[in-house]
């Protein structure tokens, strides 16, 4: 589990702002395949920042972001990274809009300034999508967001980084959004959101004694609070004993913004956050 201050950001944005009468929908206009008529799309890139997190999360200017740009009809989202032997993988979100169709994909780079071909790591007939990597007793695994397959499934790299297969069903019938794990003081812990009207903007939460399962459900899981400040949005981080997690604001708009929250209380009876700092858009970015 990367619960390290990672020694990058690795993010996704928009990458443009939509028409005037739309801006809040970050869209970027794109001619249909007959050329003649126009519609606009969502399309986003991954930035790569290259300071700790801590830094970023203090700093008073928007450091210079490093962007992998889709091609066009292409998003790109959802990034995670993992590292084996010296390189690192950028797992993401590989939206195909010529297709209506998504896949895991990955690029390969040894210094975040040059990057390989984009690789197809993995495709089911469901929506695929925020492909969450774990390192966990030497190995790779991932639990991408599947909701319409209707379960959280765990897949390990056999092997890595191009081939992943099914190693278990964590929790079934259960639609997870951004299903998010991590370990905390021996507890391993899943947070996500729930496909739905208004349940993926609920915090659920799950835990268990390991990776593989049994997971429990939260208490909180019943209350039923919804807010748009909730949805996982990244992997969770430790700093000098605190527990910070991102999260997206969708508040006015879909993934308009980065919070992290610190997590004051987590057990296996209660939980609690509190806001630290918003990471927004820039204006300059392409």
């Known amino acids: ?164 297969v099914k190693r278990a069903t964590l929790i079934p019938n259960f639609p997870a959004i951004d299903a998010t794990l991590f370990q905390h003081e021996g507890t391993w812990w899943m947070f996500s959101g729930k496909h739905g009207p208004e349940e993926e903007y609920s915090l659920y939460i799950h835990h268990s004694d390991s990776l593989f399962g049994p997971w429990e459900p939260h208490p909180i899981n019943a209350s039923g609070a919804v807010r748009r400040q909730n949805r996982p949005g990244g992997t969770p981080f430790n700093k000098d004993g605190r527990l910070f997690r991102p999260v997206q604001d969708s508040s006015n708009t879909y993934g308009g913004q980065v919070l992290i929250n610190e997590v004051t209380v987590l057990t296996k009876s209660a939980f609690k956050e509190k806001l630290i700092a918003t990471l927004h858009p820039q204006p300059s970015w392409p």
């Open 1 to 164: 589990m990367n619960s390290h201050i990672p020694e990058f950001g690795i993010a996704t944005f928009p990458m443009t702002t939509g028409p005037p009468n739309k801006q809040s929908f970050l869209r970027k206009q794109l001619r249909d395949l007959s050329g003649q008529s126009q519609r606009w799309i969502e399309t986003w890139a991954i930035g790569i920042v290259e300071i700790p997190v801590q830094d970023l999360i203090r700093a008073k200017e928007f450091p210079e972001v490093r962007w992998i740009e889709p091609p066009r009809g292409r998003a790109f989202a959802d990034p995670f990274a993992a590292t084996s032997n010296g390189r690192t993988y950028i797992f993401f979100e590989d939206y195909d809009y010529s297709r209506g169709k998504t896949r895991i994909s990955f690029v390969e780079t040894a210094d975040f300034k040059s990057f390989g071909p984009v690789v197809k790591a993995l495709e089911q007939p469901f929506h695929l999508s925020y492909p969450y990597t774990i390192y966990h007793e030497g190995q790779h695994f991932m639990v991408p967001e599947q909701w319409q397959s209707g379960e959280i499934a765990l897949y390990e790299a056999q092997p890595f980084p191009n081939q992943w």
